[in-house]
């Protein structure tokens, strides 16, 4: 599967949009994007995934740029409850394909 | 929908001992499930990948008669971490996977909490 690259660590304001960027230059065509967050000390929930048109759900929208070498998360209006650590994962699709937990970048939604 | 459960959340035992942790999709049925371990301050580490009714495939480095999987129905596995040591003390979080169309999306349990003494 394609590696991901996101930043370490960013910080939002609350009541404003969160947009968490995510390269991911070597997806190949059949390669999915998938977005998970984890909370601390919880399992990580799954946000939303796309192959290449854009997505929303009542989470969140996922973006991925017309060449799909990257893709942005926007969460519309991040709560103090949005902090956690997101983690942008390239996979390939199927019930046996595994997810490839990079570090992930860590949220803070302050007040 | 889609919820997977994970039982105990947290377990301190002696070293020595073996402890079973339980994994189950409770509104859903899962062909496969996978087991990850997560140490402090660092990412999920795929442990193995669980199909119903055959043997689990480890991941590189994890020990297959420490780390015993057993994926008996469609709506359990289970994790038995053998003779325990204080360095398996770590958060083991399992994963189900669930077909929807043309994507299989892997849902999370809450994770569990091993200490070693």
């Known amino acids: 599967d394609a590696k991901t690259t996101q930043p370490p660590s960013m910080d939002c304001a609350e009541g404003r949009a969160a947009n968490l960027p995510c390269n991911h230059s070597?997806?190949?065509?059949?390669?999915?994007v998938y977005w998970y967050r984890q909370i601390h000390s919880q399992g990580p929930q799954y946000i939303i995934h796309?192959?290449?048109n854009n997505e929303t759900n009542e989470m969140a929208s996922l973006i991925i740029t017309e060449d799909r070498k990257s893709s942005t998360l926007i969460l519309p209006h991040a709560t103090l409850r949005d902090t956690a650590v997101y983690y942008c994962?390239?996979?390939?699709?199927?019930?046996?394909?595994?997810?490839?937990f990079g570090a992930g970048t860590t949220v803070t939604v302050r007040a | 929908g889609a919820v997977v459960s994970q039982h105990p959340s947290w377990v301190i035992c002696k070293s020595g001992t073996s402890v079973k942790i339980e994994c189950r999709s409770l509104?859903?049925?899962?062909?496969?499930m996978f087991w990850y371990r997560q140490f402090p301050k660092q990412s999920l580490m795929l442990m193995a990948t669980?199909?119903?009714?055959?043997?689990?495939?480890?991941e590189q480095g994890v020990e297959k008669d420490k780390f015993l999987i057993n994926h008996a129905s469609l709506t359990l596995s289970t994790l038995t971490v053998t003779s325990a040591h204080p360095e398996d003390s770590s958060f083991y979080i399992c994963?189900?996977?669930?077909?929807?169309?043309?994507?299989?999306?892997?849902?999370f349990g809450p994770g569990t909490r091993l200490t070693v003494l």
């Open positions: 994963s189900a996977s669930r077909r929807g169309g043309s994507s299989a999306t892997q849902y």
């Open positions: 070597t997806i190949s065509g059949n390669e999915y």
């Open positions: 796309g192959l290449k």
């Open positions: 994962i390239v996979r390939t699709q199927g019930n046996d394909y595994k997810l490839s």
């Open positions: 509104d859903f049925q899962a062909t496969t």
């Open positions: 669980s199909n119903e009714g055959s043997k689990a495939t480890y």
